[in-house]
């Protein structure tokens, strides 16, 4: 079922038109993103309830998540505030019809439409980053924490406030003077700009240091019960489709991502960092 919230979704139109080119259907299939996505799922097993619990996902993009936990027996609500990623979410839904989705709208993280204590978590896996301002992610934070039932569980993902500059050191994009002023940005205040609009420098976004996502994260009034790094160091790894193709190599590279999960000195060389927190009475 197709949803439409009565609010008008906002995003910027740099990140609508971003995100009409539908990168988001196929990015978590190749490269570092398929490390991304495993050790998400692997986080999202390890922290949500059991099946068949209620899973709310905001900013769930084309539903990749969403199909992931349908299929594990979840009831999974997608909320996005872009309509192609609700329509391929759509498609994608109909080709699972023994799990599909279990509703689909669109709508916006600072307002959702639902009631409240309704759901058993929510996934916020983008929009603490395409809001820029700091009263808009806490607006976010505090919607999830609003329709979260006690005792259920937020699960907040940020991009690293040096996202940028490893990625530019790895990929030698630091030798294109025009992502230069884009990664010095980043670092003075985590304002992320691409006036290029070139697709590899992604989009208008916020990028954080791991203790500002949990003060956020903490003034919505959740509680946090681990803060971890999504990709730890191994996104940055050289040819990395050819070490995840190889079981031993992928098996090796994500037991050096778990080792590292109780150092938090290193959580910003992740390119994602995920909060666990938990709404209490």
């Known amino acids: 079922m197709i949803k439409k919230s009565k609010r008008k979704p906002s995003l910027v139109p740099e990140i609508q038109g971003y995100y009409r080119h ?44 969403s199909l992931w936990l349908s299929a594990r027996g979840y009831k999974v609500h997608l909320v996005d505030p872009v309509p192609l990623h609700i329509e391929q979410a759509r498609e994608a839904s109909k080709r699972s019809p023994d799990h599909p989705i279990a509703s689909l709208s669109l709508g916006d993280a600072r307002r959702l439409e639902f009631p409240d204590a ?4 929510v996934l916020l896996f983008g929009p603490l980053y395409h809001l820029t301002e700091h009263n808009d992610r806490l607006d976010a934070l505090r919607e999830a924490r609003r329709v979260v039932r006690v005792n259920g569980v ?3 993902v940020g991009i690293s406030r040096f996202a940028s500059i490893l990625d530019g050191l790895f990929r030698g994009l630091l030798d294109d003077p025009e992502f230069l002023p884009i990664v010095e940005r980043d670092l003075i205040d985590g304002q992320h700009r691409n006036p290029t609009h070139h697709p590899e420098y992604f989009t208008t976004a916020f990028f954080h240091l791991p203790d500002e996502l949990k003060a956020e994260v903490e003034a919505a009034g959740l509680h946090t019960l681990n803060i971890l790094p999504v990709e730890g160091p191994a996104w940055l790894v050289p040819n990395f489709e050819k070490h995840w193709r190889d079981p031993s190599r992928r098996e090796r590279l994500l037991n050096a991502v778990r080792s590292l999960e109780d150092q938090p ?12 927190a938990q709404k209490r009475g």
Do not use: F, N, Q
């Open 22 to 65: 539908g990168l988001e259907k196929e990015r978590l299939s190749s490269g570092s993103s398929l490390l991304e996505k495993a050790r998400t799922e692997e986080l999202l097993t390890r922290y949500l309830p059991g099946p068949p619990a209620i899973i709310l996902d905001v900013g769930g993009g084309a539903g990749a998540y």
């Open 118 to 121: 309704s759901v058993d978590a």
């Open 154 to 156: 937020v699960l907040a």
């Open 265 to 276: 000195s290193i959580l910003g060389v992740s390119a994602h960092i995920m909060v666990v």
